[in-house]
């Protein structure tokens, strides 16, 4: 009598929510994202205690560790309940979310919080949220489903309607201004628009009109010039946050220092938010550095690969706009990082300290699980079956 050793937490006959659940979900997407959140709450103690020493107030040297904890626990659960939805749930969901954002945003400037020139946040309590994060998914799951909707040719003017929810939304984020995610969100909305299937000479004309927007927001916002500036010629300008982090960088080496034995990271600005990869680098060295861009990598192309096989035109289009919004804003992260690009305040995503980041991260990571859960009919015939058992069948 044979002893099976290994079981599933659920049998394939059952039939609850849960268990379909299991059997549908990618798990290597899942593993990849919590490995992700559990790598940012690790390093939250490796930052926390030279975070706190720019804060005089806060006595407790694992301040930011032990919130970071919390807020884990918020993205973590919010990935795996927006994971259990339907494709019309997240869609339900995600536009509640866009609305709700949207009208925070439209507030801000009479009850928002303002931190170094900008009304971001809005207090709740002894929390801060940052609408604009929400935004970020809700957004690009509208899109989605108004170029599908658009495409069914039954009137329903979806391009429109997606062009001036777009236009709404950056107009918002310009007046608070908020230019990083500007970018971050006009990338994603023209890789939807272009993954829809427009012509190309519609995208020549949003690329010109991306170009002008570009030079239109250097010569209007002096912050985005001098950080330019200082991105073109470091030696003619104040440099320190960004020096400071590339010291920490490099004296990690190949393996780095060892957890806790950071040296560099006390003098990096920002070291527990957007410069957390400065932090990893330094303590755990490029080996670790490159794993992390690996996890990143593994997401989008994997995400990529399952969404460009999905049957339903706003399913593929909405999935492929999440994981890619996800690599786009690691990507932006790390390169700032690292001096390829002039600086940004934008987070690593489920790395980074930050409420707000930390639970749409989950947010936009469980609507794009949702999106790809293997559901009778949900991709082409024969799409993830093995090669050699892959048939013709008809559509």
Known sequence: MTVNTYAHPFS???????????????????AAASTLIFLGVALSFASSPAAIRADESITDPFHYAWRMILFAGAGGSAMLIASLLSPRGVRRIAVLALICAIIVMLLLP????????????????????????????????????MFAEAQKGQGVPGVSIAFAVYVLTVGLLVIQPDIGQTLLITTTFMAVFFMAGVPIRWMAVLGGIFLSGLVAVYFVFDHVRDRVGKFL???????????????????????GRGVGEGVMKRNVPDLHTDFIYSVAAEEFGLVFSLILIGLYAFIVLRGLSR????????????????????????????????????????TLPFVSYGG???????????????????????????????RNRRRILPR
């Open 356 to 386: 707000s980041s930390m639970l749409a991260m989950g947010l936009t990571m469980g609507f794009a699980l949702a999106l790809t859960r293997r559901r009778p009919g949900a991709y082409e015939p024969g799409a993830l079956l093995p």
């Open 110 to 145: 009479f009850i928002g919080n303002e931190v170094k020139g900008a009304a971001r946040w809005v207090n709740i309590g002894p929390f801060g949220l940052q609408p604009s994060e929400f935004a970020k998914p809700g957004l690009i799951v509208f899109a989605a489903w």
């Open 307 to 346: 969404a460009m096989k999905l049957a339903d035109p706003y399913q593929q289009t909405a999935a492929a706009g999440l994981f890619l919004l996800i690599g786009l804003q690691a990507t932006i992260n790390i390169a700032v990082n690292l001096n390829l690009i002039p600086t940004k305040g934008m």
């Open 233 to 255: 010629s470091p030696g003619a300008a104040d440099t320190y946050q960004i020096d400071r982090a590339s010291e920490a960088i490099s004296a990690g080496g190949l393996l």
């Open 12 to 30: 394939r006959n059952d039939t609850s929510p849960i268990a379909q659940w299991w059997w549908t979900v990618d798990k290597g997407l899942l």
